[in-house]
C-alpha cells in the first residue's frame, strides 16, 4: 500500500517561470491538504482539497498560487511567476475522508528552489 | 489566530535517557493532537494521537500526556535512541485544519 507520493521531489524554478507540485494521496484517500515549510520553521496550512471541490483556502496566497484535485489523477498545486520567496518545502498530506478528526498522512515534500 | 508553540527548540539526551518533548496550545476549543516526527529530508511522519477527552495515551515507547486545564501537550520517548533523533512537531485540530507548531530538535547522543 504505497503511501502519499510527491514529485518531482526537487524542483528549480527562474525568477517568473511556474511551477507545477504534484501529490498523490494513499489508496483510498479522498482528502489532499498542502503545507508549506521554510526552513527551521514549522509547516504552514495552505489549503484543504476533496475532489473537484476546494474546501479551504485560507492558507494560499492571494496571487499566483493555485490549487485543484481534479477527478482522475493526482492534486496540483500551481505556483506562477515564482519569485525567490517561493522557495521552501511543500508538502501534501491525505486523509481518508471519512470523518473528523483524521490522521493526516504526508508525503516526502517537493523542495522548490527558485533561483 | 491559534498559535502552537514549542518551549525549547533543541534538546540533546543520552542515548537509553527518557526525552520530555513540550508543546503550548493556545486555542481550547482545539480537540484533537498529533504528534508528528521530522527527520532532515523527509516528510513528517505520524508518530501519537490524542484526543481532547483524554489525558494520556500510549504508544511503543512513547506516550502523549494531554494537560487541557494549561494546554499543555507532552511528548515522552523512553529509552531514548540515535534513531529518534529529528525535529518534533504538535499540531492542533478543532476540524480539519491542522496547525502545526515551530518544532524541537531532539539530538541523541551516543
Known amino acids: 500500500n504505497a503511501g502519499v507520493m510527491q514529485n518531482p521531489r526537487h524542483l528549480v524554478r527562474r525568477r517568473g517561470q511556474e511551477a507545477r507540485l504534484r501529490c498523490s494521496p494513499m489508496?483510498?484517500?479522498?482528502?489532499v491538504y498542502w503545507y508549506r515549510q521554510l526552513p527551521e520553521e514549522g509547516l504552514k496550512f495552505m489549503v484543504y482539497?476533496?475532489?473537484?471541490?476546494?474546501?479551504?483556502e485560507s492558507g494560499m496566497p492571494k496571487e499566483r498560487f493555485s490549487a485543484e484535485f481534479p477527478k482522475e489523477g493526482p492534486s496540483i498545486l500551481r505556483i506562477q511567476q515564482v519569485v525567490r520567496g517561493d522557495s521552501a518545502a511543500y508538502f501534501c498530506?491525505?486523509?481518508?475522508?471519512?470523518?473528523?478528526?483524521?490522521?493526516?498522512?504526508f508525503g516526502p515534500g517537493t523542495r522548490l528552489l527558485v533561483l | 489566530g491559534e498559535s502552537v508553540g514549542l518551549h525549547l527548540p533543541t534538546l540533546s539526551v543520552q542515548e537509553g535517557d527518557n526525552s520530555i518533548i513540550n508543546c503550548a496550545y493556545s486555542?481550547?476549543?482545539?480537540?484533537?493532537f498529533i504528534w508528528y516526527k521530522q527527520e532532515s529530508g523527509k516528510g513528517p511522519q505520524f508518530i501519537i494521537d490524542i484526543r481532547s477527552n483524554m489525558d494520556k495515551r500510549q504508544g511503543q515507547r512513547v506516550t502523549v500526556l494531554l494537560n487541557k486545564t494549561v494546554k499543555h501537550l507532552s511528548l515522552q520517548i523512553a529509552a531514548t535512541q540515535p534513531g529518534d533523533s529529528a525535529v518534533y512537531f504538535c499540531a492542533e485540530t478543532t476540524g480539519n485544519q491542522f496547525y502545526f507548531g515551530t518544532g524541537t530538535s531532539l539530538t541523541v547522543i551516543p
Open positions: 482539497l476533496q475532489k473537484e471541490n476546494i474546501i479551504d
Open positions: 489508496k483510498g484517500h479522498s482528502h
Open positions: 498530506a491525505s486523509s481518508p475522508g471519512q470523518g473528523s478528526w483524521e490522521t493526516q498522512y
Open positions: 486555542n481550547s476549543a482545539s480537540d484533537y
